[in-house]
């Protein structure tokens, strides 16, 4: 068995504090993330960064990386050797209207903010100049959300709890249409390549990176996953290809990376 890619997040993941790739959770210096990149690329393993960041943010991070395909918004879109696909289904953008402004104009993050009220904010700053998905912090029910979106006619839409954020007792949610995901999009890129599902993993840190599972061969938490949402180990039962790093951050990819080429190996 050979593995031919790796599709991996970057905030809580990859990068550690202040979202740098050579800092642990700590602040402490470590290679630990760029060697995982460095086995990849000695094994002639492709890395597909899939994140919630916007597009040109990735695009950045890309190309500072040495990637040539990622996924952006959670799923709400992937390039591809320079090649744009949007994967939001019919929500598409018009001459008069990004996708963004569109879930704007549908009233669904008018809806939000004030039923979810002193619970619910932007993302600011992180929330500007985005192609599709609305991007909030705080603490509330993902599937209540989803629930009331549906009772207003707005069931294209769905709110993703996109995991812990470095403000206590926050969460990251985007409001993006309910066709895409991050396993979605993962799934694109693989037939996109001719992958199959065993010759490639995930490593995340929220449930909406677990929906990678449903489609590669094995899914890989970093561990400080669990420790900032002990949530997630409920998510884990019944996903039989995940499985836990007992590292964090950079450290956990290194780790998910090297195991699995050791195993594949033997």
Not at 106 to 119: C, D, K, N, T, Y
Not at 193 to 204: D, L, P
Request: proline fraction near 2%.
């Amino acid at each position: 068995m050979t593995l031919r890619a790796l599709y991996v997040d970057l905030d809580g993941t990859l990068l550690g504090r202040r979202a740098s790739l050579l800092r642990d959770g700590e602040g402490r210096f470590s290679l630990l993330g760029a060697r995982a990149l460095e086995a990849c690329a000695r094994a002639e393993v492709e890395v597909v960064l899939y994140s919630g960041r916007r597009r040109s943010s990735l695009f950045s991070d890309a190309r500072m990386l040495g990637c040539s395909s990622y996924i952006f918004e959670a799923g709400c879109g992937l390039v591809l050797d320079g090649e744009l696909e949007w994967l939001t289904g019919d929500l598409l953008p018009r001459e008069d209207a990004t996708i963004h402004a569109q879930i704007t104009e549908s009233g669904a993050p008018e809806l939000l903010l004030s039923v979810f009220e002193g619970r619910l904010e932007y993302h600011d700053p992180w929330h500007l100049d985005r192609d599709v998905s609305h991007l909030f912090r705080g603490d509330v029910d993902a599937m209540r959300a989803d629930e009331l979106l549906a009772e207003r006619g707005l069931g294209h839409l769905r709110l993703v709890d996109n995991g812990a954020i470095n403000l206590p007792g926050k969460r990251a949610y985007h409001l993006i249409p309910r066709v895409a995901s991050k396993g979605r999009a993962v799934a694109r890129h693989m037939q996109a390549r001719g992958y199959g599902s065993e010759e490639c993993i995930a490593v995340g840190d929220s449930r909406e990176d677990l929906t990678a599972a449903e489609v590669v061969g094995t899914f890989w938490f970093v561990a400080n996953a669990l420790e900032r949402d002990p949530t997630i180990q409920e998510a884990l039962a019944g996903v039989a290809n995940a499985r836990v790093a007992e590292d964090s951050y950079g450290a956990g990819v290194y780790e998910a990376v090297v195991t699995t080429l050791a195993e594949y190996r033997s």
